[in-house]
């Protein structure tokens, strides 16, 4: 007379995701892809910025260079 197996048990193998795990991939890749955007858009802003400032300087440059 045998025991019940007390050993581990298999987990069923997943052909496909689960309804939950698509909707999570999906949140997933969108949150990504906003963060990209406001990546894009920081550095966008920074390079504005840094031609500004170069610009400024060289009209401080020119000035001096006047006087």
């Known amino acids: 007379m045998g025991t ?4 581990r048990k ?3 193998v997943k052909d496909r995701f689960s309804a939950e795990d698509e909707a999570l991939s ?3 890749r969108e949150a990504e892809a906003r ?3 406001k990546r894009a858009a920081r550095a966008e802003a920074r390079d504005i910025r840094m ?3 170069e610009r400024q300087q060289k ?5 001096r260079a006047r006087y």
Do not use: Y
Not at 59 to 63: G, P
């Open 4 to 7: 019940p197996a007390s050993g």
């Open 10 to 12: 298999r987990t069923p």
């Open 26 to 28: 999906n949140i997933a």
């Open 35 to 37: 963060l990209a955007a």
């Open 51 to 53: 031609r500004e400032l």
């Open 59 to 63: 009209e401080e440059d020119s000035e």
